[in-house]
């Protein structure tokens, strides 16, 4: 038993890395892409508008449900990796 | 058979439907009534997170609060990512752990993790003010909905509504009211894709609208992108470009993460994730409730840049292929005779639309009357002021079926969508309040040794209550909804959102802090926004006048939330640093909701 919340330590270390990684994606497409940085793409056209329009209006919408996919599935291989999935 | 009666038989029959599901539904016990059992799957959880999530404003107002933004349609992003983006700040930040934790309601997490009956009644008391001031939106929603279809006055409608959302509230609790949402949800979704595939079709000549956002327009060929040509028609008529940037970036940020922290800290949709069977299946859950809610909020910027193009055109023929302002714009005949064009006087009569041959020359001139330029042309042309005097943002999306000219159905499924939107939400926010109300004040505070019986009773009558005070505040609103809305993210966001995570990611923050950074949030956003918009939204109150030179920063009152947020995380951590830590087993408590092994279900005691 000992082991134990050295284990539960290493998993949480390992969920916050998950969480913050997917929150620097989560930020970078609808603040970076969608607002900030709109200017700085407004080179890059897609279908009449510009990247950062795109973003703002649709793409951060599904990278959005791609994050949280990724993040259930990926949770739930930690989970089953230090053994404490319900 | 005609318009009234099929609209009537549609959104009776849909009545039908939820009142019929809520008796098979019926619920026997506490855990039932407050969290279905633990027993929702989550697919099924999204679809009625998504019915509860998306209310009258998503469905009704929010295409027309983008198409027709004076600023342009791309400034109203925000409430397109952050309605969105708060579900990843849900999924990875706090529907899990609260799951683990397997209690029912908000405040009791507060209570538990802060180890303090006053954490938890500090958090009833913005739980109540952020779900009752959001649920008075819901039911002037209801009411104005069924005005505009079923030609009963909005008081009227909106005791038809109470009655409905009492019959299956009250007695399905939860239960009831889940799979209610995931009836309401399909209405709702049919209702606002089938016009929009028309639009879409007509104008870019492809099925999906997300795509006809992006695509060609149609009637010159296609050559031409339709954002482009759009972009071209608004300005000739002297509108700010469509696609124009954001004048202020800072206040464009900190509203977007308001409604993002916002709706991760409202209530109602938390709740949500404590009916499904398992951890995992609240991380499941909230990416099935996005996709659900994406299919509405990626059509929503379509819909409305479509309809916004539409409307333009009918009213400058010439602009269809060519310049708006090389041919005349329409004419009064031509609306009172072409049976195409009926719905715009149909429209006026409900006063979404308005119009008025200023200069009598028998022609409806509709062009930005403010924009210098336009008034020389004006002046050259003999107008008196732009004659299109009225498009209600609600236009866009309710009168979509009679522009594109759909059948009969179509429009009566409209109908049924907005009173399932709204109708959905409404009986969310209402088993927070309830909930809130028996679990929190009644058994928590009270009288703790209420039986299971007298408690389920007790959840019932606060819902009872809460459908009247609910009822009695759509009649009598105070102020404007929309400002009311803005309280409700702001508050969710400045109390609700930070005091959660805080309790999740740190074992450092105490009671104190908690409270302190609570009460902190909930004054500071409070005061912001009455200084603007009126004390208790009384009209006549405002200190300051609301406009953009007087705003913090250039912070907008509905922006503020962020700050807020900031300054509780901020007073909480400072408190708990030079107050004791969290006694031993309330550390051990945050250990364990991190970890999902032993979850079981949840329990009252």
Known sequence: ?86 | MDQYTLNLLVVGASFALYIGIAIWARAGTTAEFYAAGQGVPPVMNGMATAADWMSAASFISMAGIIALAPAGGYTQSSFLMGWTGGYVLLALLLAPYLRKFGKFTVPEFVGDRFYSKGARLVAVICLIVISVTYVIGQMRGVGVTFARFLEVSTDTGLYIGAAIVFAYAVFGGMKGITYTQVAQYCVLIVAYTIPAIFISLQITGNFLPQLGLLGGYAPTGGDVAFLAKLDAVVTELGFTQYTADTTSMLNMVFFTMSLMIGTAGLPHVIIRFFTVPKVSDARWSAGWALVFIALLYTVAPAVGSMARLNLTTTFWPNAETGLALDGDAISLEEINTNPDLAWINTWQNTGLLGFEDKNGDGLIQYYNESNPEMQAIAAERGWTGNELTTVDNDMMVLANPEIAALPGWVIALVAAGGLAAALSTAAGLLLAISSAVSHDLIKGSINPNISEKGELLAARISMGFAIVLATWLGLNPPGFAAQVVALAFGLAAATIFPVLMMGIFSKRVNKEGAIVGMLVGLFTTAIYIFLYLGWFFIPGTATLENIPANWLFGIAPASFGTVGAILNFASAYAVSAVTKAPPREIQELVESIRVPKGAGAATGH
């Open chain 1, 1 to 86: 038993m000992a082991e134990e919340p050295q284990n539960n330590n290493a998993y949480w270390a390992a969920n916050v890395r998950i969480i913050q990684i997917s929150l620097v994606v989560w930020a970078l497409v609808s603040f970076g892409f969608g607002i900030i940085l709109r200017p700085a793409l407004k080179g890059i056209s897609v279908g009449g508008a510009d990247l950062g329009f795109w973003f703002a209006q649709q793409g951060s919408i599904l990278v959005f449900l791609v994050l949280i996919f990724f993040y259930a599935w990926r949770m739930n291989k930690l989970d089953a990796e230090h053994g404490v999935e319900e």
